[in-house]
């Protein structure tokens, strides 16, 4: 069970509170206000771009930092002045940080040893652990001789030893190239599987928030803007940030106005050229708008639909090819829709060259607004 469903929410238990927390550096407020519970078994991924304070939360929650203001649960036990080593959680950092003098074995041991574990449970937490990770063959090995990929399964080990409640993952596959990281990926979704531990994973890749989470807290500026399953963040971005942040090729915006026409609101795009007016009949509580609204109106270019079929569609214009960017499994093209730059993804066969002619089209049930002065989801 990796996704916690809503039924399975209601009586399952907080594996971390965390509640009003501010946290200032030097005067600065770098969290402020937040709020966040983690289910037990949960994979939670804290997303966002550098900066935003991703790193800062998750070392709160480790105890690596004092809090300003707040109060931090973990198992409903109040950690907020705890040591880092009383709060039942272990921690696996962007730089693997392994003893280089000590073998695999040794580094899978070493704090257990510190803690005055006895030596078979030593031996059978490092046996699991690296059986778990593939790390068997390499249990002899010093981390000089190891791969970065296989280094950063050490640490991962390490963590995994310790038999905690809550692991906090600190961008761990940000060092590794990209197949390693998909690979690594992959290993950590299993491991989640089959411990069903709480998770809390920091990223600023958007691929492994949504391959990973059951849900995603999306930061910016410190405040958490949307905590939704990756599904709800992706169809229902709650503001411009979200929408232009989640998804690649990222989202087209598209300025105009929102205006009621016999009662249904419409999109009608800013342009001196073609027009372009779009039902947003799923929008029926803009019904009591007065006058227009500036508005910017998402669409992902994953929904926009292409050739003959566009035409079954509400929205559908003829376009020209300007920019063609072959992306392998397809093709991403860029042209103008009502004089502003619009991007869609179409099938590799189409063949589609710069100057080509074609119809497009979009189902606006699979479109955003967004409020142009706030960036709110209208
Ligand atoms: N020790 C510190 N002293 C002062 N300011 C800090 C300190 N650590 C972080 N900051 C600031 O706090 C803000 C949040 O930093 P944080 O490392 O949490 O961001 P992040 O989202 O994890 O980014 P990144 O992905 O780059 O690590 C940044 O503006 C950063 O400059």
Redesign the pocket.
Known sequence: MTHLSTAARADNPYSVAIRDLDLD??GVR?LRSLNLNIHKGEFLVLL?S???????LLNCIAGLLDITDGQILINDRDVTWEEPKDRDIAMVFQSYALYPQMTVEKNLSFALKVAGVNKEEIQRRVSKAAEMLHLTPLLQRKPAALSGGQRQRVAIGRALVRDVDVFLFDEPLSNLDAKLRTELRVEIKRLHQQLNNTMIY?T?DQIEALTLADRIAIMKEGVIQQLDTPQTIYNKPVNRFVAGFIGSPGMNFLQGQLQLQDSQPWFIADSALAGLSVPLTHYPFCADLTGSKAVELGVRPEHVVVGEAATALPVCQEVGVEIVEPMGSDTLAWTRLAGQAFSFRTDTELNLKPGDRLLIGFDPARASCFDARSGERI
Do not use: L
Request: glycine share 24%; net charge neutral.
């Open positions: 550096f030097d770098v966002g550098s900066g935003c304070g991703k790193s800062t920091v600023h």
